[in-house]
Nanobody
Framework: QVQLAESGGARVQAGESLTRSCAVS????????MGWVRQAPGKEREFVGA????????DYGESVKGRFTISRDNARNGMDLQMNNLKPEDTAIYYC???????????????????WGQGTQVTVSS
């Protein structure tokens, strides 16, 4: 059974850093593309970043580029999202997601992700 689980929610001050993890069970994460998507209250889901299978350089959404870093953690069969210089507008529920097939590279296409975690709340106070 495929499951994705993000690390627990957190509350930080603006300017601080935070790392969230996504642990995968049911398949070997390093063989799949993986992505992060967030949703703030009252807003549509927003692409945060993705690391595609077979490509070393992650892709990031414009609002987080230069502040967020995605990396794989093969030892824990998952990936991390390191968030630096957090801003109040980064407050959202963050989801990790994986496509259904090894060869898929959904990147920014949220419809290309098949398995989703339950989400983790990140709150940034000003």
């Amino acid at each position: 059974q495929v499951q994705l689980a993000e690390s627990g929610g957190a509350r930080v001050q603006a300017g601080e850093s935070l790392t969230r993890s996504c642990a995968v069970s049911g398949f070997t994460a390093r063989l799949y593309s993986m992505g992060w998507v967030r949703q703030a209250p009252g807003k549509e889901r927003e692409f945060v970043g993705a690391i595609n299978w077979g490509r070393d350089t992650p892709d990031y959404g414009e609002s987080v580029k230069g502040r967020f870093t995605i990396s794989r953690d093969n030892a824990r069969n998952g990936m991390d999202l390191q968030m630096n210089n957090l801003k109040p507008e980064d407050t959202a529920i963050y989801y990790c997601a994986v496509p259904n097939r090894v060869a898929d590279r959904p990147g920014r296409d949220q419809n290309g992700y098949y398995y989703w975690g339950q989400g983790t709340q990140v709150t940034v106070s000003s």
